[in-house]
């Protein structure tokens, strides 16, 4: 047995905690059928959700325990720590920025964002104490920059989810310098996401109630369900990968990095009943999580698909908001790779061809997204229906044109001119491609959420939405707080997987080319 | 993998054991309610179940908004002022539509009070994740001021858009606050409101019905904006009494529903102009 | 694992337990608690009049603890019915109005400064009181005018008239608002009589010449209320409605036809319809034959106008013109109305009405029994801008912003000028002296009201709720000036002097009866009185012919860089120039518009495309005397060439609301006044 110090009781307490948590939640489905049932409500839906998630906290505790008896508390010969595992000359580059002290270019730009941050703290403070009057959202414009945020920041979510666990179950061998960096964006701009909701309610001090009182016919409570599990999810799917990592990195650590490595790390040593445990494991929320990504941001689009607004309540809305996420996810992916390559010098292992195959998947998205946006706006246009009309001349001819047009040249005409031609085979075409994307994709996610409501069916004022600057700086505060916090983690965790890429190296042309071997007549 | 197999089993043996109890608890009746029905989907009503209506005859309405007025004093309404009525804010639970077709020297102008139109399957409803609007049992959609998150999804639903919602809390001077009506509560800021069709009015007059050991009768509960009408436009009464103005004028022939084809079955009926 | 079991099992067990209840428990345990209403303190009722307007509406003060908190109509009451206007609605929002005056105000800096020193009534009355014996015992011809609202007698107003009449003679004036009032001045010369009976209800045609009638009816109450019964009265026989107006106002949205003519030539195509009766023969000739004197020369006059030229003046296509004849003469009874504008156009109006024979016992215009009031009938301006009085005193109307152009004259060259108001409005504003007074909910009730129709009511009530401030009756300030220049001979207190002309009307009852809803006794019916009280005891047409030989009909369009018309009209909520004050109001001032706070300038797009304005815009509206700021409404069912502005807004006081909100239009002119527009 492991030596019981202090890291194993705080493991078992996140353990144990953790698997009561799931009990909470099956439980609390339960709770809330039963409440509705009581209330003459409909039960249905709260039961179907609680069959859906609950088994999902269920399988993800299954893990967890998986984690802590078979790898945090597995028995040492000799009851000593495990041995110190190495780290190649190669990959000193990936642990500098744990190891090293921060550049001065590091700390400047720390500071510009904390104060952005800062200051968007003081126009939260600001909008709690007044209300949302301190915003440019009037009747009808209900909905404005935050929940435009919320769905983009979602939307980038999905980067983690389809570079892990896709290209993992594909057995793309090109993902392993990139998953880290893909997986710790999603979790990150989850939190913005969820955050931007919180931001946008008009009594943030009883989001609770959400708990307490949540009915599930309200697409709003599948957000919410679906949203957690994400985030719980993506965050074990990035902790999972990390262990042996973190596992690495134990021995060199000192000060205050060793105590949360030697937490962190369950115990690794490197042996192969660990590997193969954490591999099932890895395995299986791969599989997991897929789904679950591909609920979150179809959930988000039926907020606004459940109502009958015009131009809202179309069918085709759960795949577009889908692809148009992975699309986003994507760009935003190459970006943060790209500032990683150039402020780390991380050449060597991000490369041009990680580049280019993500390039090529971002022409995919595109391709796709420009579908989806093209099938919605004939559909409305060839039916014809006044109210929808008046939205959509909105967008095409009215005061949201220039919006509108703006995101078809960021989102279509340059990406995919950038990425058909051989500059999209660079770092540098890919990133111009990807950045005009990132913008285009808010614009479209402001268009769709604005121009809707600026015209309802019945009238009373005529909408205009300006936002203001509380709105302005919170939308600054939310970017930069991310990136400090994308930041912050490279300086304790490796952004590439030091292990996986090591893997690769050793084991993985191998077993492509048995793999290939299959493929062919003997 | 013992354990992999162990709690496969015990779940679907839990999942096998839940479908079982659902068939006891009936949940043919669970199917048959539709989302944001507060259980009462189309079965048929006990007798003495009241179904609250009202009927606008656009005919004698004049548009000089008396109506609005009086729903604003009765519900202690927010004042508003310049500033806020250029953003689009001000807030007032019966609203006057004006809607303009043609031009000149041939335009047509209809002047429409919209209160909330009560509608029997409320699109709003539906997507409050907190339960905080609901259709009661009389019919009337309800809101909870205490229980609301602000979140906004029930006004953008609305195919009326005849909610509101506070942007900051109510400014009162302290004279006007002495002419509050104690029946209504204030509502604080960052929730939603709209007409209930003076809800406060039905309970009051219930209680003094059980107070005087009588039944409710067709006159003893008329919303603010149906009492001072000098036109009297507006008709409100128990769609379920067949003898009340209100079920009468809700058949007529000139009847109409706003938006009609959403589906929403507003409780609240117009009556076209013209012969 | 156990562990999702169970909680399966456990909601299992409870939704099948209590499917087993029997239906009373389960009704019990399943239903939802309904909040009981909070508790609330004592509650009663007060019957009272409106007061907000002479129309006299009953209403039902809903008191809690003392508090006004809802205010509704008084069922059963022969003016309204049950129902209220909007500004009867709004009253708890003026009783309750934080920046009510509550003391005597003295002026101290220079008038219009807005400084003041609170003095006590005491010192008030007094310092009033010497002013009004100096001036009586000075050189002015005129020692004090006395200007009140024009109405049907009231208590207060009695107590004004014996404070004039103790002081001087011609002294008493009346202030009216003529967008909201008959064609009194056509009435007279017409009929011999300011007052003529109108009963609606009975036309199967009404036609209005620029009356707003929906939102500008001397009795608001009475216009809606004969709407409902012109479109789904009993009679089961739907009126129609014409509205000939400048602008595509409520009344015209309201009715079966719109004409649009340009502003000022109303009268105009009043004529040309009545030469087009006549040339047709359409018109009563039995009626004209009969009962009225100098039709041949009216006749005779109209041969100067053409069609064609009108019809170029007026904007009005040639065919509509000949349509609309044909219309009055085929709908019968037809009725055609108009407000008190210039001259010519009430009376050519009015001749119509001669011309389609509904004047008369029975028909929709009959005489009417007079009734004693404080009528809009002297021209007020004209009168005292000749010879301004020494000291002026002001009741509960506000001459400087309802008729700036006469009375900025008058007030300035008044020494002393006191004012009996319940706000700081602008006639306020340029006093020297403030007496605050009761609100209409604070105050007793005595007075006539008569409806257009010729009915009439006495109403009597006592106060509805007690008074909030040190504020005093405007009837016992009268009174007590009365007493301190007169003496012994004027009762004690107003209050007895109240009880003895409820004596001598027989009404000493009524205050008690008002206690259960009571507060009013019809008075005798008017309609049998003569339809006219001329020397002739015919219908007169000289007038109007003498008027027309001074008429110019081509009146060439002056343009001299004004080239657009205003159009003036008064939304109900600002009716009488009140109501800014209320926020309540300014929600429903202009129900076509979007809720619009403002002075808002509606013009047709082609119109506002010369100027370069869009929607929305902040501009100047300009005329020779002057200009003001407004924001521009385009609207397609505008008329072009015409710029129409709302009268109300554009308060240099009033309380917060009003104040500096908007702009007052009839600062830069009046109905027809030549304009331009420029961005702001």
């Given at each position: 047995m492991r030596p019981r110090n202090w890291t194993f009781y705080?493991?078992?307490?996140?353990?144990?905690?953790?698997?009561?948590?799931a009990v909470a939640a099956n439980g609390w489905f339960v709770w809330r059928a039963a409440a509705s049932y009581r209330l003459g409500d409909a039960w249905l839906p709260a039961v179907v959700m609680g069959s859906i998630i609950g088994p999902i906290f269920i399988i993800l505790s299954?893990?967890?325990?998986?984690?802590?008896?078979?790898?945090?508390?597995?028995?040492?010969?000799?009851?000593?720590?495990?041995?110190?595992?190495?780290?190649?000359?190669?990959?000193?580059?990936?642990?500098?920025?744990?190891?090293?002290?921060?550049?001065?270019?590091?700390?400047?730009?720390?500071?510009?964002?904390?104060?952005?941050?800062?200051?968007?703290?003081?126009?939260?403070c600001y909008q709690m104490y007044y209300g949302l009057a301190v915003t440019g959202l009037n009747n009808p414009v209900f909905w404005g920059f935050y929940i435009t945020n919320f769905v983009f920041f979602i939307g980038i979510s999905h980067a983690g989810t389809l570079i892990s666990a896709i290209l993992r179950i594909v057995q793309a061998e090109w993902r392993r310098s990139i998953t880290r960096s893909a997986e710790v964006i999603t979790v990150l701009v989850l939190v913005f996401g969820a955050g931007n909701i919180i931001l946008d309610l008009g009594r943030p001090d009883r989001a609770l109630n959400v708990f307490l009182a949540g009915r599930f016919?309200?697409?709003?409570?599948?957000?919410?369900?679906?949203?957690?599990?994400?985030?719980?999810?993506?965050?074990?799917?990035?902790?999972?990968?990390?262990?042996?990592?973190?596992?690495?990195?134990?021995?060199?650590?000192?000060?205050?990095?060793?105590?949360?490595?030697?937490?962190?790390?369950?115990?690794?040593?490197?042996?192969?009943?660990?590997?193969?445990?954490?591999?099932?494991?890895?395995?299986?929320?791969?599989?997991?999580?897929?789904?679950?990504?591909?609920?979150?941001?179809?959930?988000?689009?039926?907020?606004?698909?459940?109502?009958?607004?015009?131009?809202?309540?179309?069918?085709?809305?759960?795949?577009?908001?889908?692809?148009?996420?992975?699309?986003?996810?994507?760009?935003?992916?190459?970006?943060?790779?790209?500032?990683?390559?150039?402020?780390?010098?991380?050449?060597?292992?991000?490369?041009?061809?990680?580049?280019?195959?993500?390039?090529?998947?971002?022409?995919?998205?595109?391709?796709?997204?420009?579908?989806?946006?093209?099938?919605?706006?004939?559909?409305?246009?060839?039916?014809?229906e006044p109210e929808h009309m008046v939205i959509f001349n909105l967008k095409i001819s009215?005061?949201?044109?220039?919006?509108?047009?703006?995101?078809?040249?960021?989102?279509?005409?340059?990406?995919?001119?950038?990425?058909?031609?051989?500059?999209?085979?660079?770092?540098?075409?890919?990133?111009?491609?990807?950045?005009?994307?990132?913008?285009?994709?808010?614009?479209?996610?402001?268009?769709?959420?604005?121009?809707?409501?600026?015209?309802?069916?019945?009238?009373?004022?005529?909408?205009?939405?300006?936002?203001?600057?509380?709105?302005?700086?919170?939308?600054?505060?939310?970017?930069?707080?991310?990136?400090?916090?994308?930041?912050?983690?490279?300086?304790?965790?490796?952004?590439?997987?030091?292990?996986?890429?090591?893997?690769?190296?050793?084991?993985?042309?191998?077993?492509?080319?048995?793999?290939?071997?299959?493929?062919?007549?003997? | 993998m013992e354990s992999l197999t162990t709690s496969r089993n015990g779940f679907l043996r839990g999942l096998l054991g839940t479908l079982g109890?659902?068939?006891?608890?009936?949940?043919?009746?669970?199917?048959?309610?539709?989302?944001?029905?507060?259980?009462?989907?189309?079965?048929?009503?006990?007798?003495?179940?009241?179904?609250?209506?009202?009927?606008?005859?656009?005919?004698?309405?004049?548009?000089?908004?008396?109506?609005?007025?009086?729903?604003?004093?009765?519900?202690?309404?927010?004042?508003?002022?310049?500033?806020?009525?250029?953003?689009?804010?001000?807030?007032?639970?019966?609203?006057?539509?004006?809607?303009?077709?043609?031009?000149?020297?041939?335009?047509?102008?209809?002047?429409?009070?919209?209160?909330?139109?009560?509608?029997?399957?409320?699109?709003?409803?539906?997507?409050?994740?907190?339960?905080?609007?609901?259709?009661?049992?009389?019919?009337?959609?309800?809101?909870?001021?205490s229980r609301c998150i602000g979140c906004r999804y029930c006004l953008n639903a609305c195919p009326y858009t005849c909610k509101d919602f506070n942007w900051k809390a109510p400014v009162w001077p302290k004279e006007m606050q002495a002419s509050f009506n104690p029946d209504v509560s204030i509502r604080p800021k960052g929730v939603v409101e709209k007409c209930l069709f003076c809800h406060h009015r039905l309970q009051r007059a219930k209680e003094e019905a059980v107070a005087e050991g009588r039944p409710l009768r067709e006159n003893d509960y008329q919303p603010a904006c149906a009492e001072i009408c000098p036109a009297k436009a507006i008709v409100f009464g128990d769609l379920n009494n067949n003898d009340s103005d209100a079920a009468n004028l809700s058949k007529d022939p000139r009847a109409f529903h706003l938006l009609e084809e959403l589906g929403a079955e507003p409780k609240v009926t117009y009556l076209k102009e013209g012969a | 694992m156990e562990i999702s079991r169970r909680n399966f099992f456990k909601f299992g067990i409870f939704s099948g337990l209590t499917s087993a209840l029997p239906v009373w428990a389960k009704k019990a345990v399943l239903t939802p608690k309904e909040d009981a209403p909070p508790p609330m303190g004592e509650e009663g009722f007060a019957y009272t009049i409106c007061g907000l307007c002479p129309a006299g509406c009953g209403i039902r003060v809903r008191k809690v603890d003392g508090h006004a908190v809802g205010i509704s109509g008084i069922p059963d009451h022969p003016i309204n019915q049950g129902g209220l206007c909007p500004k009867g609605a709004a009253s708890l929002q003026e009783l309750y109005h934080p920046d009510r005056l509550r003391t005597p105000l003295l002026r101290r800096g220079p008038r219009g400064s807005g400084e003041w020193k609170e003095i006590s009534w005491d010192e008030a009355l007094r310092a009033l009181s010497e002013k009004i014996t100096r001036a009586k015992s000075g050189s002015k011809i005129k020692p004090l005018a006395a200007l009140t609202r024009a109405r049907a007698w009231d208590i207060q107003g009695e107590a004004l008239r014996g404070l004039a009449d103790s002081i001087g003679k011609d002294n008493f004036f009346a202030l009216g608002f003529p967008k909201s009032e008959f064609p009194s001045d056509a009435y007279e010369r017409m009929h011999g009589s300011r007052r003529v009976a109108f009963h609606m209800s009975r036309a199967k045609l009404l036609v209005s010449f620029g009356f707003d009638w929906l939102q500008s009816y001397p009795s608001p109450v009475e216009a809606q209320m004969a709407f409902a019964q012109l479109r789904r009265g009993p009679s089961r026989d739907r009126a129609e409605i014409v509205q000939i107006e400048p602008r595509f106002s409520v009344t015209a949205g309201k009715a079966d036809q719109w004409v649009p003519v340009r502003p000022g030539t109303e009268g105009l195509l009043a004529l040309i319809l009545a030469k087009q009766l006549i040339a047709n023969e359409t018109y009563d000739k039995a009626f004209i034959h009969a009962q009225s004197r100098g039709f041949e020369a009216f006749k005779k006059s109209l041969d100067a106008l053409s069609l064609d030229d009108v019809s170029k003046t007026t904007e009005v296509p040639e065919k509509e013109i000949r349509l609309l004849a044909v219309k009055l003469s085929s709908l019968k009874p037809a009725a055609a109305i108009t407000n008190r504008g210039p001259?010519?156009?009430?009376?050519?109006?009015?001749?119509?009405?001669?011309?389609?024979?509904?004047?008369?016992?029975?028909?929709?215009?009959?005489?009417?029994?007079?009734?004693?009031?404080?009528?809009?009938?002297?021209?007020?301006?004209?009168?005292?801008?000749?010879?301004?009085?020494?000291?002026?005193?002001?009741?509960?109307?506000?001459?400087?912003?309802?008729?700036?152009?006469?009375?900025k004259e008058i007030?300035?060259?008044?020494?002393?000028?006191?004012?009996?108001?319940?706000?700081?409005?602008?006639?306020?504003?340029?006093?020297?002296?403030?007496?605050?007074?009761?609100?209409?909910?604070?105050?007793?009730?005595?007075?006539?009201?008569?409806?257009?129709?010729?009915?009439?009511?006495?109403?009597?009530?006592?106060?509805?709720?007690?008074?909030?401030?040190?504020?005093?009756?405007?009837?016992?300030?009268?009174?007590?000036?009365?007493?301190?220049?007169?003496?012994?001979?004027?009762?004690?207190?107003?209050?007895?002097?109240?009880?003895?002309?409820?004596?001598?009307?027989?009404?000493?009852?009524?205050?008690?009866?008002s206690s259960g809803g009571k507060i009013w006794r019809e008075m005798s019916a008017a309609a049998s009185g003569k339809p006219h009280a001329t020397r002739s005891g015919k219908f007169e047409f000289d007038a109007l012919t003498d008027i027309l030989k001074l008429q110019d009909v081509k009146k060439a369009r002056e343009d001299g860089g004004f080239p657009l018309h205003l159009h003036l009209y008064a939304p109900l909520a600002f009716s009488f120039g009140e109501g800014a004050h209320l926020p309540y109001l300014q929600s429903v001032a202009g129900p076509q518009t979007q809720e619009a706070w403002e002075t808002w300038a509606e013009m047709h797009p082609e119109t506002a495309s010369l100027p370069g304005l869009s929607d929305g815009e902040a501009i100047w509206v300009e005329s020779r005397r002057g200009k003001i700021k407004a924001r521009a409404r385009l609207s397609r069912a505008a008329m072009p060439g015409v710029v129409s502005l709302p009268v109300g807004l554009g308060h240099a006081g009033y309380g917060r609301w009003a104040k500096g909100l908007g702009s007052n239009p009839l600062e830069i002119g009046e109905e027809g006044t030549e304009v331009k527009l420029w961005k702001a």
């Open positions: 705080v493991q078992l307490a996140g353990f144990a905690g953790f698997c009561a948590f299954w893990i967890i325990s998986r984690l802590f008896f078979k790898i945090a508390l597995r028995k040492t010969k000799s009851g000593k720590s495990p041995a110190p595992l190495e780290i190649f000359p190669e990959e000193e580059v990936l642990v500098a920025p744990i190891f090293e002290a921060p550049t001065g270019g590091f700390l400047a730009t720390m500071a510009v964002l904390t104060c952005v941050s800062l200051w968007a703290i003081f126009a939260w016919q309200s697409p709003l409570m599948w957000d919410v369900c679906s949203i957690t599990t994400y985030l719980i999810g993506s965050t074990l799917y990035l902790y999972l990968p990390l262990i042996p990592d973190i596992a690495i990195l134990r021995d060199r650590a000192q000060g205050w990095r060793k105590p949360l490595y030697e937490l962190l790390s369950l115990n690794w040593s490197g042996s192969h009943e660990e590997r193969e445990v954490l591999e099932k494991c890895i395995a299986i929320m791969a599989i997991l999580v897929i789904p679950v990504a591909v609920s979150v941001h179809t959930v988000v689009s039926y907020v606004f698909s459940m109502t009958v607004q015009p131009m809202w309540h179309s069918t085709i809305f759960g795949p577009y908001f889908v692809v148009g996420a992975i699309f986003s996810g994507i760009a935003a992916l190459i970006i943060a790779m790209a500032v990683l390559r150039k402020g780390y010098g991380l050449e060597n292992h991000l490369r041009a061809i990680h580049f280019e195959n993500l390039g090529k998947l971002l022409l995919v998205m595109c391709c796709l997204w420009f579908y989806f946006t093209f099938s919605e706006y004939l559909t409305t246009w060839y039916g014809g009215g005061p949201y044109a220039p919006a509108f047009w703006l995101m078809a040249v960021t989102c279509f005409v340059v990406p995919f001119g950038v990425l058909v031609s051989p500059l999209g085979k660079t770092v540098r075409g890919t990133v111009i491609a990807s950045s005009t994307v990132i913008v285009g994709m808010w614009l479209e996610r402001f268009l769709i959420v604005v121009p809707t409501l600026i015209r309802p069916r019945l009238p009373y004022t005529t909408g205009g939405y300006t936002p203001s600057w509380v709105e302005i700086s919170l939308f600054a505060g939310c970017i930069s707080t991310f990136v400090m916090l994308y930041a912050m983690f490279t300086r304790v965790f490796p952004i590439v997987s030091i292990w996986e890429v090591r893997e690769g190296k050793e084991q993985a042309e191998g077993e492509v080319v048995a793999r290939i071997r299959t493929y062919f007549p003997s | 109890v659902f068939l006891l608890s009936g949940i043919g009746k669970a199917w048959g309610t539709a989302p944001g029905d507060a259980g009462h989907g189309k079965r048929p009503l006990k007798p003495g179940e009241h179904r609250w209506g009202m009927v606008i005859d656009l005919d004698k309405c004049t548009g000089c908004g008396s109506c609005v007025v009086a729903c604003s004093t009765e519900n202690n309404l927010a004042l508003g002022n310049p500033q806020e009525a250029a953003m689009g804010r001000i807030i007032r639970w019966l609203k006057i539509l004006p809607s303009q077709e043609g031009e000149f020297p041939a335009p047509k102008q209809r002047l429409l009070p919209m209160p909330c139109q009560q509608c029997d399957t409320p699109p709003c409803t539906k997507v409050c994740p907190v339960y905080a609007t609901f259709r009661n049992e009389e019919g009337i959609v309800g809101q909870v001021y | 001259l010519l156009t009430q009376m050519a109006v009015h001749a119509l009405n001669a011309l389609l024979g509904n004047i008369g016992t029975g028909g929709v215009f009959s005489g009417m029994e007079g009734r004693e009031g404080f009528w809009a009938d002297g021209l007020a301006d004209q009168s005292l801008q000749a010879r301004p009085p020494e000291l002026l005193l002001v009741d509960r109307v506000d001459p400087l912003f309802l008729s700036p152009s006469g009375w007030v300035a060259k008044t020494p002393f000028v006191a004012t009996v108001s319940s706000f700081l409005n602008e006639t306020a504003l340029s006093s020297d002296l403030v007496l605050p007074c009761h609100t209409p909910l604070e105050r007793g009730h005595c007075s006539f009201h008569v409806s257009a129709n010729g009915s009439a009511v006495l109403g009597a009530a006592p106060e509805a709720v007690a008074p909030l401030y040190a504020t005093k009756d405007p009837g016992d300030i009268f009174l007590a000036l009365t007493r301190a220049l007169a003496g012994t001979r004027v009762p004690a207190d107003f209050d007895s002097y109240v009880m003895g002309h409820m004596k001598k009307l027989r009404a000493e009852k009524m205050f008690h009866e």
